[in-house]
């Protein structure tokens, strides 16, 4: 019989590449999220039965464990950017992250594949990475083979980067940056779910991984090669810290005071301190190269989904065309 992975987080936006990438490779996928019945899109990505979404909560011991249940190995891609509710960034990066690895470790499944983060440490001043480190701690502590991933900004077409700031690009003739000389060095998502597959399956050894493209670049350079993409012209500000410190408050303090009813979805005060840290490979840290993995380069992918902002979308390219032809 083949065997049998379970991804946590199966279904979000890294998560549903290793899904692909692992039912390609013949393994049955246990698809543990939160919400099942909307994740059944995943279902075609192997044969039939070979992909199934099943219901779990990382806060909850026996669902986890459930879940998990005759696995060859697990791999948690659970993770937040903001805290709204019960997720918080303990409970999920941390209690979460120690749950899944210790019931793996009660279960004898000694592979465990982990998403962490390019900068997690204990001492971040940043939550979402003070989490992210002490949530790789708790794994290893009790998997100490277990393969940790920490990838830098992630691109892809579901992305919640490059489409955020596309989306921005719309409404006005500025485009302000908190964090604007920022350095990324930013992944494409498939090459993070090949990485996972190889930790997953066993061909690559097991250690701490830091996964970044080809192209290290500051924020406000990345926002320069997007708006050449989408055939914009916008005057890129570069907002001081202490303003976006301002913006990030104010947005906290309204979902704070709504109870969450209207989130901060623009900027909150923990993604400004992690702004303050580059997201690019350590000198020295193993990554892609050990992995026999070239990343994709982000020019060539970029085109192909944040076409959607140009001015005129899918038809930019044929009205620019149509401009060249003579009468």
């Not at 998502?189 to 050894?205: F, N």
């Not at 202490?242 to 900027?267: E, F, P, R």
Request: glycine share 10%; with cysteine; proline share 4%.
């Amino acid at each position: 019989m083949s065997k049998l992975v379970t991804i946590y987080g199966g279904s979000g936006f890294v998560g549903r590449y290793i899904t692909q990438r692992m039912a390609k490779a013949g393994w049955r996928v246990r698809v543990a999220v939160r919400r099942p019945n909307e994740a059944l899109f995943v279902k075609p990505y192997g044969a039939v039965g070979q992909v199934e979404p099943v219901a779990c909560n990382v806060r909850d011991d026996a669902s986890v464990a459930a879940a998990m249940q005759g696995a060859d190995a697990v791999i948690n891609c659970v993770g937040i950017l903001a805290k709204a509710g019960k997720n918080t960034f303990d409970s999920i990066h941390v209690a979460g992250a120690e749950r899944i690895a210790r019931l793996a470790a009660q279960q004898g499944i000694a592979r465990m594949v982990h998403i962490s983060a390019i900068g997690a440490d204990t001492g971040a001043s940043s939550e979402y990475l003070r989490t992210k480190g002490a949530g790789e701690e708790a794994v290893l502590r009790h998997l100490p083979d277990a393969t940790i991933l920490r990838p830098s900004v992630i691109f892809g077409p579901e992305d919640n980067f490059f489409n955020r700031f596309g989306a921005m690009t719309r409404k006005g003739p500025f485009l302000p940056l908190v964090g604007a000389e920022t350095k990324f060095q930013p992944v494409y998502v498939d090459d993070v779910a090949h990485a996972a597959e190889l930790a997953a399956t066993g061909a690559a050894a097991s250690g701490v991984y830091e996964l970044g493209g080809a192209k290290v670049a500051s924020l406000r350079e990345l926002m320069g090669l997007l708006l050449d993409e989408v055939y914009r012209r916008r005057i890129v500000i570069g907002l001081p810290f202490w303003v976006g410190g301002l913006i990030a408050l104010a947005g906290d303090i309204v979902q704070g005071v709504t109870l969450g009813l209207l989130s901060n979805k623009v900027l909150t005060r923990d993604q400004l301190r992690s702004l303050k840290t580059d997201s690019v490979v350590s000198e020295g840290a193993k990554g892609f190269a050990d992995l026999g993995i070239e990343p994709a380069n982000l020019e060539t992918v970029l085109p192909e989904y944040v076409w959607r902002f140009r001015p005129t979308g899918q038809y930019d390219d044929i009205t620019r065309s149509a401009r060249q032809l003579r009468p």
